[in-house]
């Protein structure tokens, strides 16, 4: 029996989570501060609207994933003076930048609609590429899927054996505690909070520079809201965040072939299975709330007003 197919269906896997993985790793830095950013499918669609009409002028893809982070940072800021200045409410405020930056995309990226890019170029490694079945898996693939690995081991590394990460750690278990031995609770939120922008704009960068290399109304298809879900998924815990990342990337690609093998499922039901399994892990999960309660921060979408 052939198994040719395998590469294939694990480089789209790979494809498939990438993006997961750069808006969940932002979100995860920004939860971690205590703060709750439900824009993320926002920021990601202005990211891919931004970062492909910046290539698609300037003919550079360096460029352009420069301008979807920058892109996705900047809804991030105005999130941030919206919450941590005047002290919005986080919930309402991440759904209302979800909802401009599904708008603002499809008003920015009307004329791009069905024009096509050159993907970005893979990165070829003498000899490493070349190998059998891990080669073209682990040494050809373009340098935001390797960003998205070095990114998350730089946050782990940062959150768990840095002073910083610790500071940025009490500050979500206790702001007010924070603030009262000297640290500045809505600086330290402010830079989480541009970072998992930033994230997220590359996240959407990478869809419509690498992963789809075209701009199209609602392009994320939902993946911002995924991330979110993946966040809660590996209990705010980096190392589980790229199995999730990597799981739901599979479940979305599963779709795709279990169509293309022509079994008799409806399509419609095939299209559900990403969130279907992102409410079912979520119910899981949700049964063990002395976990939650252990990993979540405890201060995760409260208010901070500083008194003194």
């Known amino acids: 029996m052939s198994f040719v197919w395998i590469v294939p269906v694990l480089l789209s896997v790979v494809s498939a989570a990438t993006p997961l993985l750069l808006a969940a790793t932002g979100e995860l830095v920004t939860e971690k501060s205590g703060v709750l950013n439900l824009g993320i499918e926002g920021m990601m669609l202005v990211g891919a609207v931004i970062g492909f009409a910046v290539t698609m002028t300037t003919g550079s893809t360096i460029l352009g994933i420069a301008a979807a982070a920058l892109a996705g940072a900047a ?33 920015i990226g009307k004329s791009y609609v069905g024009v096509a890019l050159t993907p970005l170029p893979k990165l070829t490694l003498p000899v490493l590429s070349s190998l059998p079945f891990i080669g073209p898996i682990l040494f050809h693939q373009d340098f935001l899927v390797y ?15 840095t002073h ?22 809505i600086a330290i939120r402010f830079a989480a909070i541009l970072f998992g ?21 609602n392009m994320t298809a939902g993946r911002g809201w995924i991330a979110l879900a993946l966040v809660v998924f590996a209990t705010w ?44 892990v979520l119910v899981l999960i949700s049964r063990d709330s002395t976990k939650i309660r252990l990993n979540a921060p405890a201060c995760l979408g409260k208010r901070f007003h500083a008194t003194g």
């Open 147 to 161: 960003a998205s690995f070095a990114l998350l081991i730089g946050v782990s590394w940062f959150l768990y054996r």
């Open 75 to 107: 809804l991030a800021f105005a999130f941030a003076i919206l919450t941590q200045l005047l002290l919005a409410n986080q919930v309402a405020t991440g759904l209302a930048l979800a909802i401009l930056g599904t708008g603002l995309s499809a008003l």
């Open 197 to 217: 922008g930033l994230c997220s704009g590359l996240a959407g960068g990478y869809m419509s520079l690498s992963y789809t290399p075209m701009w199209a109304e």
């Open 237 to 280: 815990r980096p190392a589980r965040l790229l199995f999730g990342a990597y799981l739901f990337g599979g479940i979305t690609i599963l779709q795709l072939h279990v169509q293309g093998l022509g079994i008799a499922i409806p399509s419609q039901f095939l299209s559900m299975l990403p969130y279907l399994a992102t409410i079912l």
């Open 164 to 185: 910083a990460g610790l500071v940025l750690r009490a500050i979500g278990d206790s702001h007010e505690a924070a603030h009262a031995i000297g640290y500045r609770v």
